[in-house]
């Protein structure tokens, strides 16, 4: 076998894992075996990825506080690591904590070893700044391996029923009127606290929360009902 041999085996390897990894994605989330994509209860679970981000996620804890709406955040281990008191907010006022990643990498890149180290060091890092174990997990971009849910075995892997690129802030002028259109029947709508990963805008989240705003306000008037995904309460039981 000569290089040119070799060079075209590791091709053929990659394109090989690459279509795995697509198969599997698309296969999982469209079957839904073995994620959570949706509630089988009533209400709206208003899920936030990617902080916590220092300015961005306080103000929406804060305008969370304010409404009496609790919410669950997957959080990127080392942006927790760095604000690990945003994170015991978080669970001090009710809302879950989740994993997304210590670093904000697509679990397509990463070998199952790999991926069992950024949920466990995530793992840890959540137990240390909130004091409790997480019990979710959301794989950033949704992208799943056809090893993922065995190597998250200890994890309910959840995705979303509505996603709405609020990571761009020209898809935040008409936030509101979007997330209105939500039915309340188990829906997970997945926006985001931090808008500093490639292809999103720093300042996204300063106009997604602007949107959310004027949304709870109308959504509260009308009495719909907001939950986290695990229903759990707070202190874990
Ligand atoms: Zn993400």
Aim: with cysteine.
């Amino acid at each position: 076998m000569n290089a040119k041999h070799i060079a075209a085996g590791l091709a053929a390897a990659a394109s090989a894992a690459a279509a795995g990894n697509l198969l599997a994605t698309a296969g999982i989330r469209m079957t839904g075996a073995g994620i959570t994509k949706k509630l089988g209860r009533r209400g709206i679970a208003l899920t936030f990825d990617d902080g916590p981000h220092p300015l961005y996620t306080a103000r929406l804890l804060d305008l969370l506080e304010e409404s009496g709406v609790r919410a669950t955040f997957f959080v990127v281990g080392e942006k927790a690591e760095a604000y690990p008191w945003l994170v015991r907010r978080m669970h001090e006022d009710g809302h879950e904590v989740g994993i997304h990643h210590y670093k904000h990498v697509s679990t397509w890149r990463l070998t199952p070893h790999r991926l069992r180290e950024e949920l466990e060091a995530t793992d840890r890092v959540i137990r240390m700044s909130a004091g409790v174990k997480p019990l979710l997990y959301r794989p950033p971009w949704g992208r799943l391996s056809p090893f993922t849910l065995a190597v998250a075995k200890d994890y309910e892997t959840v995705i979303w029923s509505h996603i709405l690129g609020d990571w761009k802030i020209q898809n935040c002028f008409d936030l509101s009127k979007r997330l209105e259109a939500i039915p309340a029947d188990g829906s997970i709508v997945v926006l985001h606290d931090d808008g500093s990963n490639p292809g999103a805008d720093e300042a996204a989240p300063a106009f997604m929360i602007g949107e959310l705003e004027k949304y709870l306000d109308s959504a509260l008037r009308k009495g719909t009902p907001f939950v986290t995904v695990s229903g759990r309460d707070p202190d874990g039981h």
